[in-house]
């Protein structure tokens, strides 16, 4: 378990906000620290023995996350790897029950504890333009898709580093600009077209490049080209398109 945020509050506790990948890798690890009533939270930072601690734990997709009241009982040092702190959970059996149901639920996909989520890899050298894609789909997420679909963004900003990603995890659409460095976007998806895992994947290219980057997106494989300007509504309507189909009430 590793800690990606932490926020100082009045009497010194901390609040240590840790992101895992999906529901399986958290249910097993949380549910095998419930049994020992604590964990270990990898973390450079410096804490004394006896900070209060309240964890919040989720992943992509989990409506609510889970929280858990503890404190420091020992720490580690070492490599920034092995650095962290033991916690010992201060919750009573109650709520430790309550977070167990909790966790069942989620294991058996429970749709009111897990939105469907869509994962978009958004490459885009240009990062007002990259954020400008993230926000308008997050914002509209809700009214336009339905409250039970979630989005979670992956970033690039050269075609190298996408094709990296997506060959590395999992990805529901691309978004990706047809002029990038090292390796432009027309090559990635050629080379995404050409990869059996990869094949059926969802691709709206984008460009300022007129015609030309249109033919050379489409020619490569991509389902819709867009001029920049973009307007949020052709995203939308884009990526309404392509969206995945709802996935089965399991967990991820």
């Known amino acids: 378990m590793a800690d990606h945020d932490q926020r100082r509050h009045r009497r010194e506790s901390i609040t240590l906000i840790v992101e895992y ?11 095998e620290n419930l049994s020992e009533r604590g964990t270990f939270v990898r973390t450079t930072r410096a804490f004394e023995v006896g ?21 420091v009982r020992w720490t580690r040092g070492g490599s920034d790897e092995e650095r962290g702190v033991g916690i010992q959970f201060v ?8 977070v167990s149901a909790i966790l069942d639920r989620i294991g058996a996909g429970d749709p009111e504890l897990i939105n ?5 890899l958004v490459v885009e050298d240009n990062p007002h333009v990259a954020r400008l894609i993230r926000e308008g789909l997050t914002g509209s997420s ?10 979670h963004f992956l970033n690039a900003s050269n075609g190298r580093d996408a094709l990296e990603t997506l060959r590395e995890g999992s990805v529901d659409v691309l978004v990706i600009d047809i002029y990038l460095p090292i390796m432009d976007g027309a090559t990635v998806i050629a080379a995404v077209r050409e990869d059996a895992a990869l094949e059926a994947l969802p691709i709206i290219a ?17 389902d819709f080209f867009l ?3 973009m307007r949020l509504r052709e995203i939308i309507e884009s990526m309404r398109k392509l969206m995945p189909p709802p996935r089965a009430s399991t967990a991820t």
């Open 21 to 31: 990948e999906g529901a399986s890798e958290m249910v097993m690890d949380v549910t």
């Open 51 to 71: 900070t209060e601690i309240k964890l919040v734990l989720s992943f992509p997709g989990l409506v609510e996350p889970v929280r858990l009241p503890g404190v």
């Open 91 to 98: 919750a009573d059996d109650e709520m430790l029950a309550s």
């Open 116 to 120: 469907q989520v869509v994962r978009v």
């Open 142 to 151: 809700q009214r336009e898709f339905g409250s039970d679909i979630q989005f």
């Open 206 to 222: 984008v460009s300022a490049g007129g015609k030309a980057a249109r033919q050379a997106a489409l020619e490569a494989g991509a």
């Open 227 to 229: 001029e920049k300007p």
